[in-house]
């Protein structure tokens, strides 16, 4: 009986996405069958429903720590810990309780990937001016003025001169 690996990647915030910057908890499981089977490429994978019971986990855990989970982030760094610590530890204990069978399926490692926002400063006033610098300018055509009282002598702009080449569509 071979004793196989099998990774398992919990996206946290469900961004189902390829970009690696978003926080996941990445689960390395150890067993053997019945709880590992194979897919058609000879790879070990869970048995169904160990694996339903994982999605169903991931579901479970989003809906409890969501409050946290969209707290998660502010300037407070010891509340931002503490959000990552409560989910992990729940985590674990979940897939103690619920996934792993004696003889046949063990954790080996659970790791954090992605980025996590510990401390996020939003209102010091540094960041404001800087985040205020990267927003685009908006777009305004000049004005012409005119003095007080006088009438324009000419309604052509640029945009009706035959030779510009930026005349609009």
Request: aromatic share 8%; proline share 8%; no cysteine.
């Amino acid at each position: 009986m071979q004793v196989e690996s099998i990774g398992w990647e919990f996206d946290v915030l469900q961004a189902n996405s390829f970009d690696d910057n978003y926080p996941r908890l990445e689960a390395v499981f150890v067993g053997v069958a019945p709880a590992v089977a194979y897919d058609a490429q000879n790879q070990p994978k869970f048995q169904r429903t160990i694996e339903r019971r994982l999605r169903d986990l991931e579901k479970q855990l989003r809906q409890t720590h969501q409050a946290d989970l969209s707290a998660l982030g502010s300037a407070d760094l010891t509340r931002n810990a503490t959000i990552i610590q409560d989910l992990v530890a729940d985590y674990h204990t979940q897939i103690t309780q619920q996934i792993l069978i004696t003889g046949q399926l063990e954790l080996e490692s659970l790791t954090l990937a992605g980025e996590w926002p510990l401390f996020w400063a939003q209102t010091s006033p540094l960041v404001q001016q800087k985040d205020h610098e990267r927003e685009p300018m908006p777009f305004s055509e000049p004005t012409p003025t005119t003095p007080q009282g006088s009438q324009p002598t000419s309604t052509s702009t640029t945009d009706d001169h035959p030779d510009n080449p930026y005349t609009p569509v």
